[in-house]
Structures are given as C-alpha cells and as structure tokens.
C-alpha cells in the first residue's frame, strides 16, 4: 500500500537555528515527492517537489529538501528559520492507481518558529 | 488570474440538509480534486477528475457526489448532511501532467462546514 508518514506532529525551533520536518514514504517504483506549505485559514501553497535528479531539491521561501531512497526519505529543511515560517506542512505522495497519479498527503506537521 | 475559487467560506447546515460546495479554477486545468481536512487526520481525497465528463472516487467517497460537465467547474455535493460530514473542505486542481505526476496542486482557500 502506498503511504507517507510525518512523525511528528509538532516541531518547535528558534528563530536562527536550522529546521527539519521529517517524511518518509512507502510506494512502488519512483516515487514523486510534494512539500505544502498551510497558513491559517488559507489553502495549501506548493512548496517544492522531487520527481528526479538531485536528491537535494531547493523550494520557495529558502526551503530544501533532502530525498534518501535508501531511508525512503524525504524531509524537509532549512538553514535558519524564521517566525513567519510557522504554519502546517505537508508531505504528499504520488502513486499510480487506475491509469492516473493519485496524491496521498502524509498528517501534516506544525512547526513553531519561536522569537 | 483568480486561481481556484471556492463558494462559500463557511456554511452551517442541519442533520439531513443538502447543499452543494462550488468550485471553479481559471487555469484550464484537466485534474480537479475534493480533499477533506480533520484534525490529526491530514487531508483525505473525497473525489477526483481527470476532464470534463471524468469523475472517481478517492479515499472517502461515502456521502458525497460530484460531476464535471465543464473544464472549470467541479462541484461537490452533500446528499443528506451528517455531522461526521463537519470538516473543512478544499478543492484543487493542476494540470493534466499530474496524471504522470509531475504538476503540483492549486488549492482553494476552503469552505468549512458545520453539521448541527
């Protein structure tokens, strides 16, 4: 079965010091590979996304991400966070069901950029 | 360029109501999509497109219909409301390079839903 997980449901870091949001993911064949990003009260906005070449994938706002086959990895990082960076992410799968890719997005992880 | 629109932000029914969640995108975009949002849950597929006259269910179809009769248009339907039905409600939509993977979603802003 196709599936992604985030660990942990909240991350606490200070503003400066580097943040990671961990993903790790279970598909057959090469997996696509989505960070969202979810302010309040607003929609998902993409962030960034693997579909080959590089595992280190660089995103929008200063965001990168680190994609592990080996650890069936995909977590999301940053060198130094920033308050407005506080918002719920998601990691998102894709996998081929019926002829189409369907997403699957993993709980969802709130981080909190301390002043 | 609105992007995708959803209508309306917020609605209150009662058990047994029946209303329809509007969506449109204006980005000529053939994969459409209904996700609900619960707490602690993350976002679950309720319906899907692929192109006008396209439609398949997703993770959580039950209690839920929805058509496709133009490219913009994707609305979702509540039959009979039920309070498990509560939740916020996203629709998006990319293009078709989705189906290979590739095109990331556009999300609505949501429309949250209570059922009394």
């Known amino acids: 079965a196709q599936s992604v997980a985030q660990p942990e449901d909240q991350v606490n870091v200070a503003e400066g010091n580097p943040l990671t949001v961990k993903c790790t993911y279970s598909?057959?064949?090469?997996?696509?590979l989505f960070w969202y990003v979810q302010y309040p009260n607003r929609g998902l906005q993409f962030l960034l996304k693997y579909i080959t070449g590089d595992n280190l994938v660089k995103g929008s706002y200063g965001f990168e991400a680190e994609f592990n086959k080996s650890q069936t990895s995909f977590h999301l990082k940053k060198p130094s966070a920033l308050v407005s960076d506080s918002a719920l992410y998601f990691c998102?799968?894709?996998?081929?069901?019926?002829?189409?890719?369907?997403?699957?997005f993993g709980r969802g992880t709130s981080l909190i950029v301390h002043p | 360029n609105a992007g995708v629109t959803q209508t309306p932000k917020f609605q209150v029914l009662k058990t047994g109501q029946s209303m329809t969640l509007q969506c449109a995108q204006d980005m000529n975009h053939e994969y459409m999509s209904w996700y609900r949002q619960d707490p602690g849950m993350g976002l679950r597929l309720i319906h899907y497109?692929?192109?006008?006259?396209?439609?398949d269910q997703g993770e959580v179809p039950n209690g839920y219909n929805v058509s496709r009769s133009t490219t913009e248009d994707f609305p979702l339907r509540l039959l009979s409301a039920a309070p498990s039905q509560t939740s916020v409600y996203f629709c998006?939509?990319?293009?078709?390079?989705?189906?290979?993977?590739?095109?990331?979603?556009?999300f609505g802003n949501g429309t949250r839903l209570t059922v009394t």
């Open positions: 598909v057959s064949g090469n997996p696509y």
């Open positions: 497109s692929v192109g006008a006259g396209i439609t």
């Open positions: 998006a939509s990319s293009y078709r390079d989705w189906v290979r993977g590739n095109s990331p979603l556009h």
């Open positions: 998102a799968v894709s996998f081929l069901a019926g002829g189409s890719y369907i997403p699957t």
